[in-house]
């Protein structure tokens, strides 16, 4: 059992290029999300997807798109990366029920836009 | 909305000392609450939770109780090691609202031998 998979683990992006971040999860889950993690800023969601075929918007959705590819694949895509956009990105995944809200973490993509 | 507002880090300790990492909340009605931990290099991971008020989370040495009066779930451990050496995360799911978290800012820890 991998959990949730991410890649790339590291990026360098000039400014204006484009690039997916890749996230796949093997538990089954049906509800999927994107954050970036800044420093002294917690973790802020970008999009998620509560089920396959469906995406949102979360917090801080600009300049990024997502594609719920089926219902193990996530993945991020930045058109045109800023610098505003070096962050720590994660993949989560999860699973509501009775009793567990609990989210599963991927390692995270660290991205540097230059 | 909702907010999670924790103690500004890093909280730098000795080996076997006490530890209590405080989190605050504003939300509506009665979230549940959660306390993620993140150790270096790697993604995030639940330590414990509560989910009404007055229930207490404990997981691995550390315990956090809902404290709706206060709106507080602070984190405590009552003697820390090295390898609890980390980032906590206080978080929240407003109620009825699926499993949407709302994080804090975290809190470094950092023990010393």
């Known amino acids: 059992n991998a959990g949730v998979t991410q890649t790339p683990k590291f990026q360098v992006l000039k400014t204006g290029q484009s690039m997916t971040l890749q996230c796949a999860q093997d538990?089954?889950?049906?509800?999927m999300y994107w954050y970036r993690q800044d420093p002294g800023m917690g973790l802020r969601l970008i999009y998620y997807?509560?089920?396959?075929?469906?995406?949102d918007k979360g917090e801080v959705p600009n300049g990024y798109n997502v594609s719920r590819l089926n219902k193990r694949e996530f993945s991020l895509r930045l058109e045109s990366a800023a610098p505003s956009q070096t962050s720590v990105y994660f993949c989560?995944?999860?699973?509501?029920?009775?009793?567990?809200?609990?989210?599963?973490f991927g390692p995270g993509t660290r991205l540097t836009v230059t | 909305g909702d907010s999670v507002t924790q103690m500004e880090g890093p909280v730098t300790l000795s080996e076997e000392a006490f530890l209590t990492i405080n989190c605050t909340y504003t939300?509506?009605?009665?979230?549940?609450l959660f306390w993620y931990v993140q150790y270096p290099g790697e993604g995030l991971q639940l330590l414990l939770k509560?989910?009404?008020?007055?229930d207490k989370g404990s997981n691995k040495g550390f315990e956090a109780t809902y404290r709706k009066e206060t709106t507080s779930f602070h984190l405590e451990k009552g003697s820390v090691q090295v390898s609890d050496s980390a980032v906590y995360f206080c978080?929240?799911?407003?109620?009825?609202?699926?499993?949407?978290?709302?994080f804090g800012g975290g809190t470094r820890l950092m023990v010393k031998p």
């Open positions: 989560a995944s999860s699973e509501l029920t009775s009793v567990s809200y609990e989210q599963y």
């Open positions: 538990m089954n889950h049906n509800s």
């Open positions: 997807s509560a089920s396959e075929g469906t995406t």
């Open positions: 939300a509506t009605g009665y979230p549940s």
């Open positions: 509560a989910t009404k008020a007055d």
């Open positions: 978080a929240l799911i407003p109620f009825n609202a699926g499993n949407m978290l709302t």
